[in-house]
């Protein structure tokens, strides 16, 4: 009997590390981790924003984490999503959606597209999202994903973040996923008078500083909101 234990032991701790690969297919909907990972992980730690903490418990986060890392999905962590790049844990995903106040008839910009997550669940709330990633694989995998998905409402260009999205500006709210060591002109140029941008300032070596940036009649207010760690902000030609 303990023999056997052992083996579930070691099997369990195989698919943990990702050293047993498997579908995403293979997976089955995993609803009850994802509802759990909401209640524990997200709404227990101070979420409240109702549409919120529903996207979250309708996008299927294990849909945008490489294969062998899907039984990992609903843990309280980053993952990685290759080219040096992460997903963010959940909370922080929750976090960052709530604090830009997401309305349905808004247009939303996101930097770091990443595996499309993010935007996957800003698009469960809003009514466009815009994400540039600078990782072609990545925007090529992202597009081909959030089109699979269903997402109509979401458009997804390669390019050099730093530079937003000029012809679909002026944004209700911008969401950047890495950090900068400054916040890009162009972005503040980008969002609207009465707007929310989130994003992680600081050196990518250091613990930086997730900051949440308003326009309010052409004036700039910005406060900290708390310390984090994101992948480097990537420029073309870095």
Known sequence: MRGKENKVKILLALLFLGLIGFSNADVPEPKARRLDMVRTQIA?????????????????????????????????????IGYGQTISQPFIVAFMTEAVRPQPDHRILEIG???????????????????????????????????????????????????????????????????????????????????RMIIPVGSPLRTQQLMLIEKKKQKIISRNLMPVRFVPFTRSGS
């Not at 409240?48 to 609903?74: E, G, S």
């Not at 994903?145 to 730093?162: F, K, M, P, T, W």
Request: aromatic share 8%; hydrophobic share 45%.
């Open 113 to 195: 597209c990443g595996s499309g997550y993010q935007a996957a669940v800003l698009a469960e709330i809003v009514n466009e999202v815009y994400t540039v990633e600078i990782i072609a694989p990545l925007a090529d995998t992202a597009a081909q994903r959030l089109s699979e998905l269903g997402y109509e409402n979401i458009r997804v260009r390669q390019a050099d973040g730093y530079h937003g999205w000029p012809k679909a500006a002026p944004f209700d709210a911008i969401v950047v996923t890495a950090a900068t060591e400054f916040i890009p002109p162009p972005l503040i140029e980008q969002l609207k008078d009465g707007g």
């Open 44 to 80: 227990a730690r101070g979420v409240t924003h109702p549409a919120t903490l529903k996207a979250m418990q309708n996008v299927k986060r294990h849909l945008f984490v490489p294969a062998n890392l899907a039984a990992a999905a609903y843990l309280d962590r980053p993952l990685p």
